[in-house]
């Protein structure tokens, strides 16, 4: 399991908290909980894709290095 969908499920889990919640207060807080998991996935996901990004920059390097050398 990625980083990511650690997140998405912990934001998921915040949402249901939400819903469930009788206190106005503790809805919010859960809210801003679920907000926060959302922000951190999105993270994840670019920070994934700029890992993918640079392997495959670097692959491409050495096999070109590889082909002049």
């Known amino acids: 399991m990625t980083d990511r969908e650690i997140y998405l499920a912990r934001a998921a889990e915040a949402?249901?908290?939400?819903?469930?919640?009788?206190?106005?207060?503790?809805?919010?807080?859960?809210?801003?909980?679920?907000e926060a998991w959302m922000l951190m996935a999105d993270r994840a996901e670019r920070t994934e894709k700029m890992r993918a990004t640079l392997i495959a920059a670097k692959a491409a390097a050495a096999e070109n290095s590889g082909k002049n050398g």
Do not use: F, M
């Open 15 to 34: 949402h249901d908290a939400a819903d469930a919640a009788t206190l106005d207060n503790v809805r919010e807080r859960c809210l801003r909980s679920e």
